[in-house]
């Protein structure tokens, strides 16, 4: 089992999703002084999104992990204006949030040729620099990749996410029955008889303290802010990581990746979320679905057996609950619809606020056009002075 799970780890561990780089804006070129002539400007630093790009690809073809754009062109007697230096443009996946070494957020590339200047280029010598060119911008930058999906799985090891993935979209994760086989994102697309598509991604399974980094922490996590729905994966069985952890409930695994979810980034419990009860084909699994529920329809009443700072400031409020068997396949049609219906609900709300914004901003634009128009008593003193 030792020697799976490291072979596990090596094809999969070298998954990367952050990474630091070294960028430098180009050095202007040399004024002409007796005629006035101007040296070009340096070239930038453009950080550039593209599809088919990965941070491991980057990595793999730039391993000093530099970035200086070109030097401007000096001022001549046949050109007094000298030309730009050339960009440099660095080219990384989408999803990518680009940072500084403070952390501020220089920017995020959500879609593709989406770019962001990292670094700009030095002036040309000219008269106010006194003809002598300034050098680049420096900077060092981090590539922060956060996966983008319309839905994405969350649950503790081996709740069965990686073999749900599997059954509804054509993806091939990874799956055994030990914990921690899911090391990297592990996206797949739900695609429906109209043809209509719905991109899933399978995230590293969350442990207690995955807020503080435990585990995949805040690698797991970070992935989750882009998704526009959550899809809660529990088994019905429970939860024990190894037999020096203590055994977790369904119901105490759902408070528990509540809580989670929470002490990272209270927003994240904002998004939509839908529940999926695995694993219903084991014995006892009805018997124990129908305690579950009566247990989530009034969690105020079972609150009093956690410990304190187990219990969430807000329960989850989940759009539907559906029993199902990733092995079986009991129940993945009625979550693939109700996956859909969920979607376009969000879709359909969020048009309507849009649409209700630009209604506002349309009538406030009217009424500031009507406010500045000059009144009649206005125009017709201006009349009486011209007589």
């Not at 009860?277 to 529920?293: G, Q, S, T, Y």
């Not at 068997?325 to 048009?351: F, M, P, W, Y």
């Not at 008593?377 to 009486?384: F, L």
């Amino acid at each position: 089992m030792v020697r799976c799970g490291w072979a596990l780890l090596r094809k999969y561990g070298s998954f990367i999703d952050n990474v630091r780089l070294f960028t430098k804006g180009g050095c202007g070129g040399m004024g002409y002084p007796r005629l006035g002539g101007e040296g070009g400007k340096g070239g930038d630093v453009w950080v550039v999104a593209h599809k088919k790009m990965t941070l491991k690809q980057l990595k793999a073809k730039y391993p000093q992990k530099r970035f200086v754009a070109g030097v401007g062109a000096n001022s001549r007697v046949s050109a007094l204006k000298g030309s730009k230096g050339k960009d440099c443009e660095i080219p990384v996946p989408v999803g990518i949030s680009v940072t500084d070494e403070n952390g501020r957020i220089i920017g995020e590339l959500i879609k593709e040729k989406d770019r962001i200047l990292v670094a700009e280029g030095g002036l040309g010598g000219k008269l106010i620099t006194n003809f002598l060119p300034l050098k680049g911008q420096k900077r060092v930058i981090h590539l922060d990749l956060k996966v983008i999906a319309d839905v994405g799985l969350v649950g503790f090891p081996n709740a069965g996410k990686s073999s749900l993935l599997s059954r509804v979209s054509h993806a091939k994760p990874m799956i055994a029955d030990y914990a921690f086989t899911t090391l990297k994102p592990e996206l797949g697309k739900i695609m429906y008889n109209d043809f209509k598509q719905i991109s899933v991604a399978d995230l590293p399974g969350l442990i207690e303290g995955a807020h503080m980094n435990k585990g995949m922490g805040h690698k797991f996590l970070k992935h989750l802010e882009r998704t526009r729905q959550l899809l809660f994966v529990v088994d019905i069985s429970g939860f024990q990581l190894s037999s020096q952890t203590q055994y977790r409930s369904a119901f105490e695994t759902i408070m528990l990746l509540t809580k989670e979810l929470e002490l990272y980034k209270e927003e994240l419990q904002t998004k939509p979320a839908l529940l999926a009860i695995n694993k219903m084909d084991l014995p006892d699994a009805k018997v124990k679905f129908c305690e579950l529920m009566e247990q989530l329809q009034n969690p105020e009443d079972f609150l009093h057996l956690f410990e304190k700072s187990m219990i969430p400031e807000k329960t989850m409020e989940f759009q539907h609950i559906i029993p199902i068997s990733a092995v079986t396949g009991e129940g993945i049609e009625e979550l693939k619809n109700c996956v859909r219906k969920s979607l376009d609900e969000h879709n359909s709300q969020e048009n309507n606020a849009y649409h209700k914004k630009q209604l506002l901003d349309l009538q406030t634009s009217k009424f500031m056009s009507y406010s500045r128009l000059p009144s009649k008593h206005a125009i017709t003193a201006s009349r009486k002075d011209v007589i």
